[in-house]
């Protein structure tokens, strides 16, 4: 589907905030500095933190598994100071179980996941075309709170599919809980309750 800008300076931004606010499973992309290595992780605790101008929060494992970092992904976004954030429905939910269950040092996370980069507009991180909307992020501070390291990061680019917006709002298609993958239903697939 094709992609359409989203006004992030315009009267809709509030709306973005809220949509961002409702406890949604999100795919975080993000890649080193050389580009060479591309990371995606899935994350649920992501939530908007200011309306203006609009800043969003994102929670991210930082702890040590032996040798290996336990959230790779963290250090990719830890050196560059960036993230994609992109916004999947349900039909994604596999995409979304391979891709919180593999490291992005091990494998091709979009590979595996059968999904596809895209390239953004004002980050090096690659977006991941199959989400309905992708916001470009750039971290503006971060703090340690015990094994996760919280980034708080201003967006600076955002696209959607081109019916996420219908007169001016969301449409039902995206702002409806039941067409969004929520961290039950992925705790429920992983057998963790």
Aim: aromatic fraction near 8%; charge should be negative; glycine fraction near 6%.
């Amino acid at each position: 589907m094709k992609k359409t800008e989203f006004d992030l300076n315009g009267p809709d931004t509030i709306k973005l905030s809220w949509l961002l606010s409702n406890g949604q499973v999100f795919m975080l992309s993000c890649t080193n500095a050389d580009k060479t290595i591309n990371g995606i992780i899935t994350a649920c605790w992501i939530t908007p933190t200011s309306h203006d101008p609009l800043l969003l929060t994102a929670s991210i494992g930082n702890g040590e598994e032996g040798t290996e970092a336990y959230r790779f992904c963290h250090s990719l976004i830890n050196e560059t100071k960036e993230f994609g954030l992109n916004i999947p429905t349900t039909e994604l939910t596999e995409a979304i179980l391979k891709v919180g269950t593999t490291h992005s040092n091990v494998v091709n996370k979009f590979s595996e996941a059968g999904l596809t980069p895209m390239t953004g507009k004002k980050i090096s991180a690659p977006l991941i075309k199959e989400c309905f909307m992708n916001i470009e992020c750039k971290v503006i501070i971060s703090y340690i709170t015990g094994d996760h390291t919280v980034f708080v990061a201003k967006p600076v680019a955002a696209f959607m599919d081109e019916d996420v917006m219908v007169n001016g709002k969301f449409s039902d298609k995206y702002h409806d809980k039941k067409n969004q993958v929520q961290i039950c239903d992925l705790i429920t697939k992983w057998n963790m309750w």
